[in-house]
């Protein structure tokens, strides 16, 4: 258990510094070649690792390679764009307490369209992250998000977020039939033949990338993508999904952490009062 304990907070380490890799790369590369880069890396990766899984493919039907199709799209596609365009300008830290929400947006979604029980406790979680995600974006000042409204890095990353709980849906369907390895992998491989057509990278422009990028994309590709997923789904069928998922909270911890060593960004007192509310409302929901 221990073993299995750490291997998680690894896990929730390397995700944590997806955001600073992201905010990097983000000031000098557009997101769909970050998203395009991170992704082939990635896939390369874990169809090493999934050679065992494609037995699957001889059970699926229209509908489960239309639902893959999705996955694709909402998952890798369309959560990456946002993802890369919100931290063009909102601080990594920041960022990470505005996706640890995913959750939160997922319970209230599951709730509507897939009939999962929604409790009080559950209510109060929710209601708790989302007062931390606009106590962070306004810092005390809520009724600038009426006066103001939200900025256009804060509405990519809540997209971003959206994206992601739509795939975490869809996701629980296609679960029922292939292991979480072989959905994630042919999602992530699918996605990044739907992102080559938008990224302006070639043979002579790789070239141009310099060497410190690479290692950053390298980082999410390898470490962040593959490395990542890999060890978080073994913790699954160690531990079980909901004690597992319960490490999630981590990852916000460790985004506010390296956004102020590695980047200098500042953690004003709203950024600490929100990111203990994201965590504690996040507990409630995925608490039994």
């Known amino acids: 258990m221990l073993n299995e304990s750490l291997k998680l907070l690894f896990v929730m380490l390397l995700w944590g510094g997806t955001f600073i890799s992201g905010r990097i790369l983000s000031q000098s590369l557009s997101s769909f070649d970050i998203s395009f880069l991170r992704f082939f890396i990635a896939s390369f990766i874990l169809l090493c690792f999934s050679k065992n ?3 699957y493919f001889s059970i699926l039907n229209i509908k489960d390679y239309l639902i893959l199709l999705l996955l694709g799209v909402l998952g890798i596609f369309s959560y990456n764009f946002f993802f890369f365009s919100g931290l063009k300008t909102v601080e990594a830290s920041k960022a990470s307490v505005i996706i640890a929400s995913n959750p939160t947006l997922t319970v209230l979604l599951a709730s509507l369209f897939l009939n999962e029980k929604f409790t009080f406790k559950k209510l109060l979680g929710v209601v708790i992250a989302l007062f ?3 106590t962070v974006i306004t810092k005390f000042n809520y009724l600038s998000l009426v006066t103001i409204g939200l900025g256009q890095g804060e ?15 869809l996701g629980k369907i296609i679960l029922r039939k292939v292991s979480a390895l072989f959905a994630n992998t042919m999602a992530i491989v699918i996605g990044t033949f739907l992102l080559f057509p938008f990224s302006s990278m070639s043979f002579n422009t790789f070239y141009q990338i310099p060497f410190i990028s690479w290692l950053h994309l390298i980082y999410l590709g390898a470490l962040g993508t593959s490395v990542g997923f890999i060890l978080y789904y073994q913790g699954i069928q160690k531990i079980g999904a909901s004690k597992a998922a319960s490490f999630i909270n981590f990852v916000p911890i460790f985004g506010v952490s390296f956004g102020f060593f590695f980047l200098n960004e500042t953690i004003h007192v709203s950024l600490f009062i929100g990111l203990v509310n994201v965590i504690l409302g996040v507990y409630l929901i995925s608490k039994r």
């Open 53 to 55: 899984e494609f037995k």
């Open 155 to 169: 509405i990519y990353l809540f997209c971003a977020a959206l994206s992601w709980v739509l795939y975490s849906l």
């Open 132 to 134: 931390g995600v606009l």
